[in-house]
């Protein structure tokens, strides 16, 4: 018969604690977790079950109970408390479920061991407590007799209270077995108890754990805000007492993880996405499918966790995950790389204060040869500096394991990547690729030498570095910064291991060269910052005149972010000055800086940048669905929703961007048969296109909707309170965009084709931008014909000067080319053909003189930086024709069906008009 059958005599053994003594309990199962995350010990704390702590271990196959008591006065055998606790003890020693497990029975108490008293055998529980790690035979025989002695009592009261009702016998056979266990079972019981008299008097005992845990805090191997230590202690305490309160076990737990996952969320913005990607992260078991934006999600968590909690248990969690991409089939080239790179990187873990690693990489020779076979396949130039990293790591350990990899391969790998620097840098495409080949071959001769004398390395590689310096003043995106944050890691490295000084102070010297050049990124990041907020303060105070304020400081930030080092942040700025034209009523050069995300994201060669894709597309239908252009508009959701589910780690999930799109969306498809009966096929066609994503997941917000427009009896009227021209103006042979601003109405008409819609709408966005600065300027246009229609139509050159038709104000004619080219000195000459035009036409209009219009275009060009501002990183239609393909416009057939009738029913709003002055 097991022992577990004496499970039968165990009691509640726990009295009601008090508040203080339950408040030390919690502190010291806090302060034990601490210590575990701390030394990485991979116990599992069970919060108040068991015992007061109960920890196990499940790899080593350890368990230990603590019982944790503050008192005012000292313990003897005689003590109630002493007894209880060693029975319990006994009762989990006896419990089936911990028989296979090293057990540790702990007795921990703030006080100290009474005096000896007759009756009380202080003394030897103070021989037993000093000599408990190495107890003799006579003095083990010694205590076994007085814990048996004590557990005599419970057993024969459990027994007497019990027997009675005892049909089965089961107490009966429980008695005879607990009479019968072996001296052994005793000895090994005894051994397997631990005593911890702090002498501590009762009153400093809480305040001196609290000290030790705030210093514990600060130890933490997560970023920590050190200020705030006794934030830290009370959100994990309160955590501790939640958990104690959960009825099931497993809600019980207490994990290193949970711990870092609490801390990081009290951290900075960066911790708390780290601790929610964890957390989403971890519990995933398979990968199945590929998508852009979940893999990069990954790789930028893998990062942090290599880079900030450097040695956590996170790395195996991450290693497994990048092993399920490496292994996945769909897993593209360049991303497989990049998961090889990580988790390489993350099994070496380098040690910066020592020459040791923590995971050696000798037994991934596959991987390894994959990664160097597939040199050629990256996403950007910058990329050659993690293959420079990668095989600088695998030289090293090549000397550590001889047999690791063949020589003449390794030498091979280091001379492709020399010979392709040298190819690159014989004729760079413009100074930034010149200034980056120059920083990557200082890199190969810095890292890639080993048999040089780090001295010589270094002097050959600041020799290279040197030459990047009179290039700065031409750059446009590159930036020295990580070059110099590079020299500074080196600097630490080389110090923690010893380098000679000549090395270190050659680097130094190098670095006070460039510290001013180096500091150009914090310093441009945080005057973009200055004018975000600026920005904001302005479009909190109201009215167009401080939204055009606002978009002036947004366009500043701009300009100021375009680096390498702050892509993420252009972008986003980007997204913002398209949502402020959008909000003015300049819906075209909303849809123009939208298209420049979507254009930037893809083309900076940036992964992360991707993430921004989906964000910039909803802005491109925003501005579509705002201005009436429904047709347009439906096929931008599909772009939308396509750039979400591959490009954004969140896919379909529900968030208020994609929410708030979906309502658009939805009201344009439930109210298009009422609207424009001859649609009907289409939007069927349309909605078999969403799938179960239309007429399932989403369908919580369609079926309201559906309700409330079939109960509307004027659905135009409705319709006309949120977008600002008739819905599906799009539709028809011919086209007319409507905008009125700057008390005109403007109305461009052109062939409903591709060519001429991207043609059209650039003018248009150019126009929107030029009034916008108009209004920004405070100078009154006087425009006399209250509507101005201008015919574009596409021409073979820039020959042809905006054309009055017949003798009226209000009619004009253009003739603008096709430009679907990313060539900057040809986007130039087209785009001041544009703005020449533009301002001929505004020149005509306006009842200013001829003095008073140079110098507002002298305001608009020299002060307000129209110029800037008029074009982004690429011409509207370059952007436009690479987000949407000729098979995509022709599958809408919309040049098919009719051009809506009422066509100028709806009154345009001028959001300029009494807002024009300083």
Same mark, same amino acid.
């Given at each position: ?61 350890? *368990? ?82 007085? *814990?048996?002695?004590? +557990? ?29 266990? #072996? ?63 959960? #009825? ?50 990954? +790789? ?28 996945? #089939? ?31 990489? *000798? ?17 950007? /130039? ?258 939308? /929703? ?9 896919? /379909? ?29 289409? +939007? ?100 006399? #014909? ?15 000067? +905006? ?116």
């Amino acid at each position: 018969m097991g022992t577990n059958k004496l499970y039968l005599f165990s009691k509640d053994t726990g009295a009601t604690a008090t508040e203080q003594g339950y408040h030390y309990q919690k502190l010291k199962t806090l302060k034990t977790w601490l210590e575990n995350r701390i030394a990485d010990k991979d116990d599992v704390i069970f919060c108040d079950y068991e015992d007061d702590i109960f920890q196990r271990n499940f790899k080593e196959g350890t *368990v230990k109970f603590r019982q944790i008591k503050l008192y005012s006065s000292n313990f003897s055998f005689s003590t109630e408390e002493i007894a209880k606790s060693i029975f319990n003890f006994f009762m989990l020693f006896t419990k089936g479920e911990y028989l296979f497990d090293e057990a540790t029975f702990v007795f921990e108490t703030n006080s100290s061991i009474a005096r000896e008293i007759r009756g009380n055998n202080a003394n030897l529980l103070r021989e037993w407590n000093a000599h408990q790690e190495n107890m003799s035979a006579e003095l083990l025989g010694r205590c076994v007799v007085q *814990v048996k002695t004590i +557990i005599d009592e419970f057993i024969k009261e459990g027994y007497a209270r019990n027997i009675a009702g005892d049909a089965t016998g089961d107490f009966q056979q429980a008695k005879k077995l607990y009479d019968n266990l #072996p001296d052994a079972f005793w000895q090994k019981f005894v051994v397997s108890i631990r005593w911890r008299f702090e002498a501590i008097a009762q009153e400093k005992a809480i305040p001196g754990l609290l000290e030790e845990i705030e210093s514990l805090i600060m130890h933490l191997p997560v970023s920590i805000k050190t200020k705030q230590a006794t934030t830290y202690l009370a959100v994990l305490h309160y955590e501790i007492a939640k958990r104690t309160a959960e #009825p099931d076990e497993k809600e019980r737990m207490l994990t290193n993880d949970l711990l870092d996952v609490i801390a990081l969320n009290e951290g900075s913005e960066k911790d708390k996405w780290y601790a929610a990607v964890f957390a989403k992260w971890s519990g995933v078991t398979a990968i199945n499918t590929f998508t852009i934006g979940a893999f990069y999600e990954l +790789i930028d968590a893998t990062r942090y966790c290599r880079w900030n909690i450097h040695g956590s248990a996170h790395a195996g969690v991450w290693l497994r995950l990048l092993r399920l991409y490496i292994v996945l #089939p769909e897993t593209i080239i360049v991303c497989k790389r990049k998961a090889i790179y990580e988790y390489l990187f993350l099994k070496v873990s380098i040690c910066k204060s020592s020459s040791e690693t923590t995971g050696p990489i *000798v037994n991934e020779v596959d991987l390894i040869n994959f990664y160097f076979n597939n040199f050629e396949e990256r996403n950007t /130039l910058a990329d050659i500096e993690e293959d420079i990293s990668l095989l600088q790591i695998i030289m090293s350990q090549s000397m550590l394991k001889q047999d690791f990899l063949n020589t003449a391969i390794i030498k091979g790998w280091r001379e492709k990547i020399s010979s392709y620097i040298d190819e690159k840098l014989a004729s760079p495409r413009d100074i930034d690729e010149h200034c980056l080949l120059l920083e990557l071959k200082g890199s190969t001769l810095l890292q890639l030498n080993r048999s040089l004398p780090k001295f010589e390395k270094v002097t050959a590689a600041l020799e290279v570095y040197r030459q990047i310096i009179p290039l700065l003043e031409q750059a446009n995106l590159y930036t020295i910064t990580k070059l110099s944050d590079l020299l500074n890691q080196i600097i630490e490295l080389y110090i923690n291991f010893g380098v000679n000084d000549d090395a270190i102070d050659a680097i130094e010297t190098f670095l006070s060269e460039i510290a001013d050049q180096a500091a150009q990124t914090g310093r441009q990041h945080i005057e973009a910052h200055n004018f975000v907020e600026r920005g904001v303060a302005y479009l909190n105070k109201g009215g167009s005149k401080n939204f055009l304020r606002a978009l002036d400081c947004f366009h500043k930030s701009a300009k100021l972010w375009l680096l390498n080092d702050t892509k993420d942040g252009y972008i986003l700025a980007l997204i913002n000055i398209a949502q402020l034209y959008a909000a003015l009523g300049a819906n075209f050069a909303g849809k123009y800086y939208g298209l420049c995300g979507i254009w930037s994201a893809f083309n900076f060669g940036d992964p992360k940048s991707l993430k921004r894709v989906s964000d910039s597309y909803a802005m491109v239908f925003h501005s579509d669905y705002k201005q009436g252009a429904w047709m347009s508009a439906l096929n931008d959701f599909l772009n939308f /929703l396509n750039a979400r589910q591959h490009f954004d780690p969140q896919g /379909l999930n529900g968030e208020k961007l994609l929410v708030k799109s979906f309502l658009d969306l939805a009201l344009m498809v439930e109210s298009a048969e009422r609207l424009n009966p001859e649609l009907v096929h289409f +939007i069927n066609f349309y909605k078999q296109n969403l799938g179960s994503y239309y007429s399932q997941d989403m369908q919580y917000v369609v079926a309201p909707l559906q309700n409330a427009l079939q109960e509307m009896a004027d659905l135009k009227e409705f319709i006309s309170t949120r977008i600002e021209d008739q819905p599906f103006n799009d539709l028809g042979t011919e086209r007319i965009i409507r905008f009125k601003m700057v008390g005109a109405e403007w109305r461009v008409k052109f062939e409903n084709s591709m060519n001429l819609t991207g043609i059209a709408e650039e003018f248009c966005a150019l126009l929107q931008v030029t009034l916008c600065e108009i209004g920004l300027s405070g100078t009154a246009l006087n425009i006399q #014909p209250e509507i101005i229609t201008i015919t574009i139509e596409e021409s073979r050159g820039l020959n042809n000067i +905006i054309e009055q038709i017949g003798h009226s104000l209000s009619a004009w004619k253009l003739k603008l080319p096709l430009l679907n080219v990313h060539d900057p000195s040809k986007v130039k000459v087209h785009y001041a053909y544009m703005a020449v035009n533009i301002k001929m036409l505004l020149t005509n209009l306006s009842s200013l003189n001829h003095t008073e219009t140079e110098s507002l275009f002298d305001t608009l060009y020299r002060k307000q930086r129209l110029g800037d501002k008029g074009l982004g990183p690429t011409s509207y239609q370059r952007a436009f024709f690479s987000s949407c393909s000729q098979e995509d416009f022709d599958a809408s057939q919309r040049n098919n069906f009719q051009t809506p009738s009422g066509r100028f029913d709806i009154v345009l709003h001028d959001n300029f008009v009494g807002n024009t002055s300083r």
